[in-house]
T-cell receptor, first 115, second 112 residues
Framework: NAGVMQNPRHLVRRRGQEARLRCSPM?????VYWYRQLPEEGLKFMVY????????ESGMPKERFSAEFPKEGPSILRIQQVVRGDSAAYFC?????????????FGPGTRLLVL | GDSVTQMEGPVTLSEEAFLTINCTYT??????LFWYVQYPGEGLQLLLK?????DKGSNKGFEATYRKETTSFHLEKGSVQVSDSAVYFC???????????FGTGTRLQVFP
């Protein structure tokens, strides 16, 4: 049973370009979470999605960032017009979402570097 | 809002030493509590969890007990190995959405 998959693992963008990060949850999981880890810091929650719905986006920056989890295909985190401060590791996690305290399983992350 | 505080690192130990990494939390309800471990260049792996007061999570020799009276979830291991060198994150989950709130992480370095 494959775990959570993220691609690309590493992404280099120049300032002003767009970054698209993809996440495929574990088989059978319909809940996806995105977290950001800045260098030498802990992870910060960004957004929580179920299929075709954004449940909680309280951690998302108001501008340039968007996320989706379509009925078919992976979840996408999109960053428009990237700036150097967007350089970080972005982790996706998935869960069954059936009860409080459900375990989240993390992908290997996408490390974004903005030049 | 909810928050997690864990001891700053790095924690440096010799092999077979006893390990404690302190973690305390602030939450309005009764969250579930987790320890995750991150090895260099990798994602987070669940180490152990506890979902209610007095529960003890354990895995690979690591243990942590959910203490509601002290709002703590300290991680312990009786005898660490070099292979335990990693960054350890304490986290709680929001009861409504299950989103995780992490501490800042504690780097553990174990030397032979």
């Amino acid at each position: 049973n494959a775990g959570v998959m993220q691609n690309p693992r590493h992404l280099v963008r120049r300032r002003g370009q767009e970054a698209r990060l993809r996440c495929s949850p574990m088989k059978g999981h319909s809940h996806v979470y995105w977290y950001r880890q800045l260098p030498e810091e802990g992870l910060k929650f960004m957004v929580y999605l179920q299929k075709e719905n954004i449940i909680d986006e309280s951690g998302m920056p108001k501008e340039r960032f968007s996320a989706e989890f379509p009925k078919e295909g992976p979840s996408i985190l999109r960053i428009q017009q990237v700036v150097r401060g967007d350089s970080a590791a972005y982790f996706c996690a998935s869960s069954l979402g059936q009860a409080g305290g459900e375990t989240q399983y993390f992908g290997p992350g996408t490390r974004l570097l903005v030049l | 809002g909810d928050s997690v505080t864990q001891m700053e690192g790095p924690v440096t130990l010799s092999e077979e030493a006893f390990l404690t990494i302190n973690c305390t939390y602030t939450a309005t309800g009764y969250p579930s509590l987790f320890w995750y471990v991150q090895y260099p260049g990798e994602g987070l792996q669940l180490l152990l969890k506890a979902t209610k007061a007095d529960d003890k999570g354990s895995n690979k020799g690591f243990e942590a007990t959910y203490r509601k009276e002290t709002t703590s979830f300290h991680l312990e291991k009786g005898s660490v190995q070099v292979s335990d060198s990693a960054v350890y994150f304490c986290a709680l989950s929001d009861r409504d959405t299950d989103k995780l709130i992490f501490g800042t992480g504690t780097r553990l370095q174990v030397f032979p």
